[in-house]
């Protein structure tokens, strides 16, 4: 997704791309139960600068570093600070829904009784408050159905009038599996979802959010995964997803995990893989407008083992870097590094000192949580 007036978790693109939960934990923090599989999103602008920032979720605050826009030595973020209080037990998706250049909090229930209720905390440069409005327009059942078993929230301009729009893949449960819902933005509030796609993703495949094409629109790009490692490409006409075409054979296998972002700054977004575990490589197959080129190695011994990763601008360059959230967190905090794309590899790596909390949600990770 392009983020000029900046657009874009969980995904979140920005996307936050969680799933459905009534008890639910993260991957990669000290409450997680289980393994769960993970698709990535992006963090986003919340102070207008040009740079992405941090944002973490944890006991109902809401906290964000701001970047300094530097990404050397030690001065790269500032020291985190609570921009929220309040209950936050819903989906948060990062994106700006207004269009005034700063990127704001979309809280989606799927967790608890009523289903599908829809809250936004506005950005007003240095924290977030609530909005009525947007909640009023998206009465509970709407954009997530009590019958839905698992879905993922994603936000993107999908009708290309920079504001950011909201859509749900319902991946499993009844007559709804595969089908998109898209609410779009009206610049205070949303309107009423209608189907987009009826027939897209399911089970663990992953979808993405981003301008693959270079039109303005946001379209999807899914992920298979497994042994095939297929990804799809569905263009957004404005009002729906269209037709499908395959875009690369052979990209984020097994649980391997995909993500989207402009690496090279050409105004087209890409498909960025993070193999983890012991080999830790990190693969970019850019985008030509009608299909992904070649997959090739753009860092090695990035996001090792159980690390968790995301995507972010957080230079202002108009090139995506990626992050990895340390899992050697000293006591109850936890650091993470970060690679700048140099347009055909990510550069040297800088460790950004342990200062957040641990066990915390990260904007530029999303998870699938299974209800």
Known sequence: MRRRGRIRWLGLMCVVVVTVA????????????????????RSGDFNGDGYDDIIAFKDGQISVALSVGTLVGQQNFGAPTVWYTGSVDEIPVVADVNYD???????????????????????????????????????????????????????????????????????????????VRVALSTGYGFTTPTYWNNAMAYTAEAPEVGDFNGDGRDDIALFVRGQDGYVYVYPSTGTSFGGQAMWQNRFSLGDEFPAV??????????????????????????????????????QGYFCARGEVPGVGDFNGDGRDDVITWSSQSQGSTVGAAFAVSQSNSFGVITVWPNAFPNAVLFAGISYWIYW
Request: glycine share 10%.
């Open 22 to 41: 009534v008890s639910w934990a993260f991957a990669g923090t000290a409450s997680a139960s289980t393994p769960v599989s993970g698709v990535l999103s």
């Open 101 to 179: 250049g700063l990127d704001d909090v979309i809280l989606i229930q799927a967790y608890s009784a009523p289903i599908g209720t829809v809250r936004v905390l506005l950005s007003h440069v240095a924290n977030f408050v609530e909005s009525p409005s947007w909640a009023a327009s998206l009465p509970a059942g709407l954009l997530i159905n009590p019958s839905d078993s698992r879905i993922v929230a994603e936000a993107g301009d999908f009708n290309g009038d920079h504001r950011a729009d909201l859509a749900v893949f319902v991946l499993a449960g009844t007559q709804y599996s595969g089908r």
């Open 261 to 298: 972002g402009d690496f090279n700054g050409d105004g087209r977004d890409d498909i960025v893989n993070f193999t983890r575990g012991d080999t830790a490589d990190v693969w970019v197959a850019l985008s030509t407008g009608t299909s992904f080129g070649p997959s090739s190695l753009w």
